[in-house]
């Protein structure tokens, strides 16, 4: 049974471990085993920067020990998706393993900028601070989309009939 590393920002809701609960539900609906982030056990009763890295080194067990990653590529807390699931994404992408990402908006990333966020210089956007806004007609920086398989519409379970659709 292929295993199933399940990364995103859910981890940061209040009811995460219901939205884990949930997608290993899923998991095991269309075949997989889940491995959720917060299925780790950490011992909180320690220094914050060593609590921090067993995080981290739990974590990154849990993505070498998958063949699969599924990734909340969301905006999270601005325009872009959250960073910490963004490295996971290029860790397992190093590693070999097949990401796949979901957005409920897949929409060009240039689009996400309104009239007044954006300016026209021969050709190319740049953003009120000067910065030039990538327009490759991807929903996220071209890095990530270029290091998924796919990036679906919708949902974590609109992922897991892709990849079972496709008998990955």
């Known amino acids: ?11 940061f809701e209040r009811n995460s471990l219901e939205i884990g609960a949930k997608y290993l539900h899923l998991c095991e ?6 491995n959720y982030p917060l299925d780790n056990v950490i011992d909180f009763d320690q220094e914050k920067h060593k609590v921090a890295r067993d995080i981290f080194l739990a974590n990154e067990k849990l993505i070498d020990d998958c063949d699969i990653v599924i990734a909340n590529l969301n905006a999270f807390r601005g325009k ?6 963004i490295w996971e994404c290029g860790y397992a992408y190093a590693k070999g393993k097949r ?7 897949t929409k060009a990333y240039i689009e996400n900028f309104g009239k007044s966020e954006k300016k026209e210089d021969a050709g190319f956007y740049w953003d009120s601070e000067e910065r030039f806004i990538e327009d490759f007609d991807h929903p996220i920086n071209l890095m990530i989309t270029c290091s998924t398989v796919e990036i679906v519409k919708g949902g974590f379970e609109d992922v897991l009939k892709t990849i079972s659709e496709n008998k990955i």
């Open 1 to 11: 049974m292929k295993k199933i590393y399940i990364a995103g920002p859910d981890v």
């Open 29 to 34: 609906k269309y075949g997989f085993s889940g």
């Open 80 to 85: 872009e998706a959250d960073s910490g699931t």
């Open 99 to 105: 990401v796949y990402g979901y957005m409920q908006d």
